[in-house]
């Protein structure tokens, strides 16, 4: 007999948000930028619960949690708050993109997608429609970023499966 499957969540606030995990960079960082959005379900309501992890890439040799002495890490966790509201703080991608995974109630499994902070050329980009690729393409420019993350519907964000 099988296990049935359960949704990954809402049981994020135990053990997994540490303080500051929301901070790849130090405050103050030359080239540090801010990720800000919201995660939406499919009725474009906010989604209080959710988890997503950035990854930027890594730097040091301690992996993605070191933070010791303003080092850089590549990696960062963050809760939403009650409107849906996440937030990073980082350094630019060494390549196109970031990558972000969201875990959230009534998913199977964690979903995982790529920020762009511009409109570039790159495989996946390239091979979507204008509406689809739209929804990877953060909004800003500078040091500012926002990226909404909608789990379902009309302007489902676009999610790739590995």
């Known amino acids: 007999m099988t296990t049935p ?3 990954v969540g809402p049981f994020f606030s135990h053990a997994l948000p540490y303080e500051r995990d929301w901070e790849l960079v130090p405050d103050g ?3 540090a930028i801010m990720l800000t959005g919201r995660v939406l379900d499919g009725a474009g309501e906010p989604v209080p619960d959710a988890l997503l992890e950035l990854w930027a890439g890594f730097t040091g040799d301690r992996g993605a ?3 010791q002495g303003g080092q850089v ?3 960062g966790r963050c809760a939403t708050t009650p409107d849906g509201t996440y937030r990073f703080r980082a350094t ?3 390549g196109p993109y970031l990558s972000l995974q969201i875990f959230a109630r009534g998913l199977l499994r964690s979903v995982l997608t790529r920020v762009y902070l511009e409109d570039v050329p790159d495989p996946l980009l390239d091979g979507l429609d ?3 690729r739209a929804t990877l ?3 800003g420019s500078g040091d500012s970023y926002r990226f909404d993350v909608r789990l379902q519907g009309a302007e489902e964000t676009v999610f790739i499966d590995f």
Do not use: D
Request: glycine share 10%; hydrophobic share 25%.
């Open 130 to 132: 204008p509406e689809r």
């Open 29 to 31: 960082h030359p080239g």
């Open 73 to 75: 890490s590549g990696f």
């Open 137 to 139: 393409i953060a909004a």
């Open 5 to 7: 499957s359960q949704t």
């Open 65 to 67: 949690l070191s933070r």
């Open 92 to 94: 630019r991608p060494p």
